[in-house]
């Protein structure tokens, strides 16, 4: 059986308040929408322990990766990962 797992990287920029982290994912929000980015580079959680509630509610500048993937079905999916976390101070 061969695998057709095709992944294409496009990079994006985002405000957003984090909201918290449940089941494996880190949620975020601003005034319209909710992100959730299933992974976050280990530089990103070495500096922001983001299973903690320390960060909930505070703003960030969130930079990350958008993979274009396709699953076992040939459907096609986005998965988001954080690249670079910028804490904005008030």
Avoid: C, H, R
Avoid at 58 to 71: A, L, P, V
């Amino acid at each position: 059986m061969m695998m057709n797992n095709t992944t294409t990287k496009n990079t994006a920029t985002l405000k957003a308040t984090y909201d918290g982290y449940e089941d494996g994912i880190y949620y975020f929000s601003d005034d319209d929408d909710t992100y959730e980015f299933k992974n976050a580079d280990p530089k990103v959680l070495k500096a922001y322990d983001l299973t903690s509630q320390k960060y909930e509610g505070q703003s960030f500048n969130i930079t990350y990766e958008i993979q274009k993937k396709t699953d076992e079905d040939d459907e096609e999916y986005e998965e988001w990962t954080i690249s670079k976390l910028e804490l904005i101070q008030k």
